[in-house]
């Protein structure tokens, strides 16, 4: 095992997981990526894997049958100290967490899988991890999901395209849930440092995206200007028939009837 080859620029990875609900939501969050996860849902068959494949590293959950995921990892750290060893632990994990590090596990991760944070820490068991390069990951926030690399995003289902530009105006915003962020700020993030940029174009493109996601202008629930401050972004609930027909009305008209703001994150 000491003697594994390994390929520059993308890292083969042995997932052991029974739950295979958490397994696909972990291997489709890495799709695009450059990233090669073998599922094996039985850690017995698991330890024939770990000599037959030779993977960069392993991510291990809880198990049970012919073999538990301790018994796994022990197995495995009496031949091969150096195998990075990832244990997912959570709900259902029993004492996996607790003796993860004194069978000698590399980390130890939330259960189900934090993807992100989870891609990075595999990444930095790469031989060279300048070599590997990640692609941003779709943000996933429930209503909203946004591409990690198409200028595109998914509202309630529907696909919806715009300019590079909008696109990393919300990819920002998206990343910053709730956060109060300076006009400073996101026309650095968007334009740099560039020179001869208007001082409307954050307004615009801040127009433009408002109308995109449905929010309007009178009463914006998506991105709100804090007076004085800049823009916050807020994911709101999905509309109601009667929310949708109180807001098509002018606000001074209805004020009784207007819905509370929804904020989450």
Known sequence: MAA??????????LLVEHDTDIAHELIDAFVGQPVEVHLCTDPAVALLQVGRTCPDAVVLGPASGRLGAAEFLSIVREVDRELPIIVGAGAGSGDLAAQAAELGATAVVQRPYPA???LGLLRSFAREPDEVELRPMVIDLGRLRIDGAVPQFWLDGRLVQLPPQEFLLLRYFA???????????????????????????????????????????????????????????????????????????????????????????
């Open 175 to 265: 990343e910053r849930v709730g956060a109060v962020l300076t006009r400073t700020e996101l026309n650095r993030a968007v334009w740099g440092d560039k020179h001869g940029v208007s001082s409307n174009s954050l307004t615009v493109h801040v127009m433009r995206l408002r109308k995109r996601l449905g929010d309007h202008d009178h009463d914006p629930r998506w991105i709100k200007v804090i007076r004085g401050l800049g823009y916050q972004f807020t994911v709101p609930s999905a509309d109601t028939p009667d929310d949708q027909e109180t807001r098509s009305v002018p606000a001074q008209a209805t004020p009784a009837k207007r819905s509370p703001d929804v904020h989450t994150g």
């Open 116 to 118: 992100r944070r989870l």
């Open 4 to 13: 594994r080859a390994r390929t520059q620029d993308r890292l083969a990875v």
